[in-house]
C-alpha cells in the first residue's frame, strides 16, 4: 500500500498568502497545477486563495479542470503541439509560444473558431529553456506581432529551470523594454508581462520586482511552499501539504554489503556500499514508478533511505529508536520532484485530509 496524503486547506493558506504578497506588487497569480496532474480540488483551494487563472503544461489537465466545474480563464504553459492545436483552442484561453509558426498557426485555427486567444511570446532572459534569445527578441516579436491579427498581447521569461538561473531586476526589466519599443514599432499593445515562476518570489519580497510585470506563475511555492531554485521554504508558506507514505513489507537484519559479483543494479546503476555490519532493513512497497528515492525525506529520526527499485524502496532502520513493523506506514515528506512520481503514479492511493 502506498498513500498520498494530501492537505488542501494548506494548500489554500498558501495560495492567500502568496496571492496577497503578489497583489500588493500589482501582480495577479495564475496557479500552476502540473504537479498535482490537474487537481480540481486543489486548484480549487488556490483560486478560493486568490488565484486569478489556472496554468498548465498538459491540456489533459486543463481539461479536467473544465470537466471538474472551474472556468477561470486557463494558461497553457507549454507551447502547444501543432497538432493539437483544435483541442487547445476549445479548451484554453492564454497561450505561451516561442515560434512563428505556431502563432500563424494558431491565428488560422483561431479565426475559423471564431476564437480570440491570448498568446504571451517567451523571451529568453538566460536560463536556455523556452523563448527568443533576447538579444533577438525584438525584430522577432515585432514580426510575429504583424502576423498574429492582435492575438500576441503580452511577453513573458521563465527561469530557474535548465540553467538555474535566478531572478533579479534586468531579466523582467529586458522584456518590458523589449514590450515598450514592440508596442511603439506595431502599435499593438502588450497587456501582459509575466514574470515568473516560484524562483521569482524573491523579488516581491525584497519589493525589488519592476514595475508593469503582472503576471505570476505559481505552482511549487502554493504546492510544496518550497523553491528548489534558491533551495530554500517560502517563507509565509507551510509545506505540510502532501506527505507519502509506504508500508512495510518486509523487515529484517541483513549484512550491508552484498555477496557475490556486483554488476548493474535494475535501472543499469553501478551501485556502491559501504560495509557498516549487519545492519536492520525495512522494504517498503514504493519505488521508482511512484517516488524520486532522493528526493524522500524521512519524518522520523533514524530512517535513511538506501535505494529503491521499480516497486522496492530499502530503509535503513537501525538507529530509528521507535518500534516497526511489518505492515506499519512509514511517512516522508517530498521534494518537488519527487511529488511530481507520487501524484502521477496510478499505484499511489491519494487521500484529502
Ligand atoms: C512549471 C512552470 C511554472 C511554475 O513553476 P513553479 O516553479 O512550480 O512555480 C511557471 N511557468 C512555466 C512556463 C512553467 O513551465
Sequence with gaps: ?????????????????????????????????KVTCGDPMLA???????????????IENIKKLRKAGINNPALLLRTPSLKRLDEALDNIQMFLVSELKTVEAIAEVAKNKGVKPSLIYMIDTGDLREGVWYSEALEEITRVVKISNGLVNGLGTNLGCY???????????????????????????????????????????????????????LGESIMCGTD??????????????????????ELKVKPSLPEGEIGRDSFGRKPVFEDRGNRLRAILSLGEQDVLPAGLIPQEKGIEVLHASSDHLILDVTDYSG???????VWFKQSYGCLLRSTTSPYVVKEYE
Design 1 to 33: 500500500m502506498a498513500i498520498l496524503k494530501i492537505y488542501p486547506e494548506n494548500i489554500k493558506k498558501n495560495s492567500e498568502y502568496l496571492c496577497g504578497l503578489c497583489s500588493s506588487s500589482g501582480i495577479d497569480v495564475a496557479v500552476v497545477t
Design 44 to 58: 480549487q483551494k488556490a483560486i478560493e486563495g486568490g488565484a486569478k487563472y489556472v496554468a498548465d503544461s498538459r
Design 163 to 217: 540553467g538555474g538561473i535566478v531572478a533579479t531586476p534586468d531579466k523582467f526589466e529586458m522584456i518590458l523594454s523589449v514590450g515598450k519599443k514592440a508596442e511603439a514599432l506595431t502599435g499593438q499593445k502588450m497587456k501582459i508581462y509575466t514574470g515568473g515562476n516560484t524562483a521569482s518570489l524573491p523579488l516581491v519580497e525584497e519589493n525589488n520586482c519592476p514595475q508593469g510585470i503582472n503576471l505570476f506563475r
Design 228 to 249: 528548489a531554485t534558491n533551495n530554500r521554504i517560502v517563507p509565509g508558506t507551510t509545506t505540510d501539504t502532501f506527505i507519502i507514505g509506504g508500508e512495510v513489507i
Design 323 to 329: 518500534a516497526l513493523n511489518v505492515g506499519d506506514m
